[in-house]
């Protein structure tokens, strides 16, 4: 039976990855596709999404732009140092012919989780605006989903340059009021974090490779993933590789079994000037704490490398 999945993207350029893997992987049904803001305004973002989906062969997935903000803070500027000035690398793609939904993101959610309860796996790949304004106005979806896959958060390693909380990721800090409304949700929750995501690695040999082998689509962005290449080789000194975040997160929602995880009761800072964004593990094991979220601490990166690969080529 296949895992069907909405994705929540902020399509930058490992979120076209993530749609991509979702796309080649068999055991994956991708029933819908929300946008919105992050590494790019939401309107670029929803234009990114279909054109990824145009050139894999597949704009018949619905596809719907959703939050232009955090709950609490303007969109101040996009990633573009690490995703380009159009999210994708500046690599050019054909304009979509298919255009966005009349609906609203979160009002997609809610309709396709009240429609097939137990079957949709939510996977939120940017900041998790989209699925907390879902969740707030219908609280009752948080027991229909299968389970909702999260890309963010980090325990033990250090976050993302460029923000002021040494501890988070772009994902939990652009949003952290939206990620607590998402951990207190009741929902079965799979957080994966830097912590798992920062071992998985897309060499430029590994690119090459997937341009080579695989169709348009994957040839794309393989080509905006040099510019990501590029962004980390900038980062972080000595590196010659960029992680494979958004993807894992998609592969951890078909199989779990690809991660190692422990069950916490975990929170966000939303307030501290330079915490904010911070996942809080709680391990004082006073009897009082109760899980909320399944937290990958571990990560098989080479059968999870091969799968990427394959799926992509796949295209």
Known sequence: ?????????????????????????????LAAVTCTYGNIDVGAATRNTLQVLEAAGRPDIPVAAGAKRSLTRPFVAPAEHIHGSNGIGEVEMPLPKATAQEIWGPD????????????????????????????????????KLQGIVVMGGSLAHPGVPGIPSPMADANFYNDPEAARILLQSGARITLVGMDVTMKTRLSAARMADIAKRGGTAAGYVMEAARFYLAAYERQYPGIDWCALHDPLA????????????????????CAGEITRGQVIPDRRRTGEQVPNA???TEVDAPRFEELFTEALVSL
């Open 1 to 29: 039976m296949s895992t069907r999945i909405i994705l929540d993207v902020d399509t930058g350029i490992d979120d076209a990855m993530a749609l991509l893997y979702a796309l080649g992987r068999p055991g994956i049904e």
């Open 108 to 143: 997609l959610i809610i309709e396709m989780v009240r429609a097939t309860p137990g079957e949709i796996t939510l996977v939120p790949v940017g900041p998790m605006t989209n699925v907390a304004q879902a969740l707030m106005k219908a609280p009752d979806i948080a027991e």
């Open 250 to 269: 998609v592969a951890v929602a078909e199989d779990p079994s690809i991660v190692t995880c422990e069950a916490l009761q975990i929170d966000v800072e």
């Open 294 to 296: 399944l937290v990958a």
